[in-house]
């Protein structure tokens, strides 16, 4: 069962964060950095970025509460936010995280490593929204929560791996590779994102699904 958990909390992260994804903007963004620069911009951003998702691990339960958001709401909400990344995904349209293309001072290195590495490229609003997702469960206990710490700190490693590696990985697979992966993850994500809307409608009575 927490094998099973973690499986599933795992292939959802790794569909939002989209570590082959990452790497042309984040090559575009660190352009005019020297290797020692770019290395310490993704230590900068996995750490920003790893801080960020854990506060709303963390304190995402107690948000939810706070302002009186069901699990239901939550699911379908999520699942229309899931949907449109994953039509975007299928499309191979620029994804809304996606930073501005422009010229950056190296000097400015720790300051992109925060904006827009760490947010909203690794810690954006699809991440956010998968945690408070996971958290707003029914019965989302102890091992809830050390499995999806588990899960999430595994997907910032591959993200890790994959910034660091972006430039082997980019010249081993081609473009065309990139997008042919972008497809493949979209799909399975637009598949999982209705799952959940059905999944909000059942928690709240409005429909009954077979099982």
Avoid at 150 to 155: G, M, N, Q, R, W
Avoid at 174 to 184: A, D, P, R, S
């Amino acid at each position: 069962m927490v094998v099973t958990s973690f499986l599933q909390q795992f292939l959802l992260l790794i569909l939002i964060i989209d570590p082959i994804g990452s790497i042309p903007l984040f090559l575009s963004t660190t352009a005019t950095f020297d290797a020692n620069t770019r290395k310490k911009v993704i230590w900068r951003a996995m750490l920003v970025a790893g801080i960020v998702l854990m506060i709303f691990v963390v304190f995402g339960k107690i948000l939810l509460e706070f302002f009186g958001i069901t699990p239901s709401a939550f699911y379908i909400s999520g699942g229309i936010i899931f949907f449109t990344i994953a039509f975007e995904m299928i499309q191979s349209k620029p994804r809304s995280r996606n930073p501005p293309e422009s010229s950056i001072d190296p000097q400015d290195a720790m300051m992109v490593a925060i904006f827009p590495l760490a947010t909203p490229l690794i810690a954006g609003p699809g991440m956010i929204t998968t945690i408070m997702l996971q958290v707003s469960t029914d019965n989302f206990g102890a091992m809830g929560y050390t499995s999806l710490i588990l899960a999430l700190t595994l997907c910032l490693v591959i993200e890790f791996i994959a910034l660091r590696c972006g430039t082997l990985i980019l010249r081993i697979i081609g473009t065309t590779g990139m997008f042919v992966l972008e497809k493949i993850m979209g799909l399975i994500l637009a598949g999982m994102s209705v799952q959940l809307i059905l999944n909000g409608l059942s928690k709240a009575g409005l429909v009954h699904l077979a099982n």
